[in-house]
């Protein structure tokens, strides 16, 4: 429990950062029209596989075990965010087609 609250305060600046952003993703995310939506989750999909491919390279020089599990837990995460993405996205285009 020590070495938690020591890691939040050696590193509240970031965390604080971490929050904010949160809050300010949100803000920005609830006033996308719904027309901007499909657009905007597909340049996000590409953009998060780079990330995934990032995480990979990270987790390849991983030291210990908690690194390589946290590493391992954010490529699932990040791959379940992006498949889920373009499942989201594929529907959204499918309302957009002619009925037969």
């Given at each position: 429990?020590?070495?938690?609250?020591?890691?939040?305060?050696?590193?509240?600046?970031?965390?604080?950062?971490?929050?904010?952003?949160?809050?300010?993703?949100?803000?920005?995310i609830?006033?996308?029209?719904?027309?901007?939506h499909?657009p905007?989750?597909s340049?996000?999909?590409?953009?998060?596989?780079?990330?995934?491919?990032?995480?990979?390279i990270?987790?390849?020089?991983?030291?210990?075990?908690?690194s390589?599990?946290?590493?391992?837990?954010?490529?699932?995460?990040?791959?379940?965010?992006?498949?889920?993405?373009?499942?989201?996205?594929?529907?959204?285009?499918?309302?957009?087609?002619?009925?037969?």
């Amino acid at each position: 429990m020590e070495s938690i609250s020591e890691f939040f305060l050696t590193h509240r600046e970031a965390i604080f950062i971490v929050i904010l952003s949160v809050f300010l993703g949100i803000e920005v995310i609830s006033h996308v029209p719904a027309i901007l939506h499909t657009p905007l989750m597909s340049g996000a999909n590409a953009i998060h596989g780079v990330v995934i491919i990032g995480a990979i390279i990270v987790l390849g020089h991983a030291d210990t075990t908690g690194s390589i599990i946290l590493g391992l837990l954010a490529v699932i995460l990040g791959t379940l965010n992006v498949v889920g993405g373009f499942v989201v996205t594929d529907r959204m285009l499918e309302m957009f087609k002619k009925k037969k």
